[in-house]
């Protein structure tokens, strides 16, 4: 694969910075919170001061500590109507977190949904 | 506290959601709405003398366009295998998940829940195919999610096997 010119990745980049709104956490090997910014808020998260537990990142329970495959959730709702794409890798030692914001495409695709389970159901023997 | 991640699994339209939010909340609504992705949610539930933390995976339903991502599984403890019993087709879907998640994450405990049953006259299912998955050593629960019978013995069901 050619590299990418600047001009296109930072393009990329900024792309990604405006319209998928990152947020990172990092925990160290012991699950402890050392890092995170970007956009927490936008997903219902509030890291200051808290514990990476159950309450903070529930979508982190029996997956950490990480192997060398990294785990890929899509399309969690982490607050109403707000879904995220979660990618949880291990580098440099350390466990990182990355949400970026696929709300846009995930509440388009429940009204698709919404319509095709309806009409499957109506489509069903005795109704 | 201990803490286990229990996935909710089945075909689309068989009450999922709605068994997790008579569980969480002790609500019912009439109107169905899709999920798309996964919702998680919480609830603490005390067993064999010890508080358990279910964490609740509700993911959407299995159709012939969208198929259940396996990664959601990852940690998960147990399942609920969902199945409305007034559609003979979403029982099919059960088998197929249950066969997929053996495949790919292997032998966790789960619990099939045959759910509507409070539209028992459009009842659907046939005793001869649950008694032979019952010999396969699968457990059944009924349950309502409109009434909600038998929907915390379901989850408090899984648990058990689970601890």
């Known amino acids: 694969m050619t590299a990418l010119p ?14 998928q709104l990152p947020a990172f956490f990092v925990l160290d090997q012991e699950g402890r919170l050392c890092e995170w910014g970007g956009r927490p808020e936008r997903y219902g998260i509030s890291p200051l001061n808290q514990e990476p537990d159950a309450e903070l990142f529930p979508f982190l329970h ?8 990294p785990v890929f959730f899509p399309c969690v709702e982490t607050a109403p109507n707000v879904f ?9 030692g350390k466990n990182w977190v990355l949400l970026l914001d696929v709300s846009a495409d995930a509440l388009r695709q429940q009204q698709m949904q919404q319509r095709l389970n309806e009409i499957a159901l109506q489509r069903k023997p005795g109704n | 506290m201990i803490q286990k991640k229990i996935c ?60 259940v991502q396996m ?3 990852r940690g998960a403890a147990g ?27 292997g032998r966790i405990p789960f ?9 028992h006259d459009l009842w659907e ?39």
């Open chain 1, 84 to 92: 995220a794409d979660i990618h949880v890798f291990h580098r440099e």
């Open chain 1, 6 to 19: 600047p001009s296109i990745s930072e393009y990329v980049l900024h792309l990604t910075m405006e319209q």
């Open chain 2, 111 to 119: 619990v099939a829940v045959l759910n509507k049953s409070d539209l």
């Open chain 2, 79 to 105: 399942y609920l295998l969902v199945i409305d019993g007034t559609r003979r087709e979403s029982l099919e879907t059960a088998i197929r998940l249950q066969k997929n998640v053996e495949t790919t994450v």
């Open chain 2, 8 to 67: 909710m699994l089945g075909a689309f339209a068989v009450g999922k959601t709605s068994l997790v939010v008579q569980f969480v909340k002790s609500i019912f609504s009439e109107k169905y709405h899709t999920t798309v992705g996964v919702k998680i949610d919480k609830k603490t539930l005390r067993v064999a003398e010890q508080d358990v933390m279910c964490i609740l995976w509700d993911l959407h339903g299995e159709d012939e366009f969208q198929k």
């Open chain 2, 125 to 163: 299912l046939d005793d001869s195919q649950l008694k032979a998955l019952e010999a396969q050593g699968w457990n059944f629960i009924r349950t309502s999610a409109k009434t909600g019978m038998g929907v915390e013995e379901s989850f408090r069901m899984l648990a058990e096997k689970m601890l």
């Open chain 2, 71 to 73: 990664s959601y599984l």
């Open chain 1, 62 to 69: 029996g997956i950490v500590p990480l192997g060398d495959e």
